[in-house]
């Protein structure tokens, strides 16, 4: 299983950003996906997490400015980000709990990150 997140750049702050990524492979249900974040000298940290039913989960911080979503079909998650702030800079990693096969328990997968930049 592979998780290949794109959409990361510059941007200034109060602009905004939509990360996507993409599970591939052997999958037969996915769990919990995510996107956590780890900026300059800092620890990794949890931006958003979703369940398969969709119900959400966010850091204090980027309430009401990120939205994060999937398509169970396309086993896809994004996190939109708006009013992004200098202090969301970070490199953002996804992650899903995959079940590769009926009655086969879920594995962590994470995917590589991708740079958020924003300017002040």
């Known amino acids: 299983v592979q998780l290949q997140a794109s959409g990361g750049g510059l941007v200034q702050a109060g602009g905004s950003l939509r990360l996507s990524c993409a599970a591939s492979?052997?999958?037969?249900?996915?769990?919990?996906m995510g996107w956590y974040r780890q900026a300059p000298g800092k620890q990794r940290e949890l931006v958003a997490t979703?369940?398969?039913?969709?119900?959400?989960n966010y850091a204090d911080s980027v309430k009401g400015r990120f939205t994060i979503s999937r398509d169970n079909a396309k086993n896809t998650v994004s996190l939109q980000m708006n009013s992004l702030k200098p202090e969301d800079t970070a490199v953002y990693s996804c992650?899903?709990?995959?079940?590769?096969?009926?009655?086969?328990?879920?594995?962590?997968?994470w995917g590589q990150g991708t740079l958020v930049t924003v300017s002040s």
């Open positions: 992650t899903a709990d995959v079940s590769s096969a009926y009655m086969l328990g879920d594995t962590n997968y």
């Open positions: 492979g052997r999958i037969f249900s996915i769990g919990v």
């Open positions: 979703i369940t398969s039913r969709g119900r959400t």
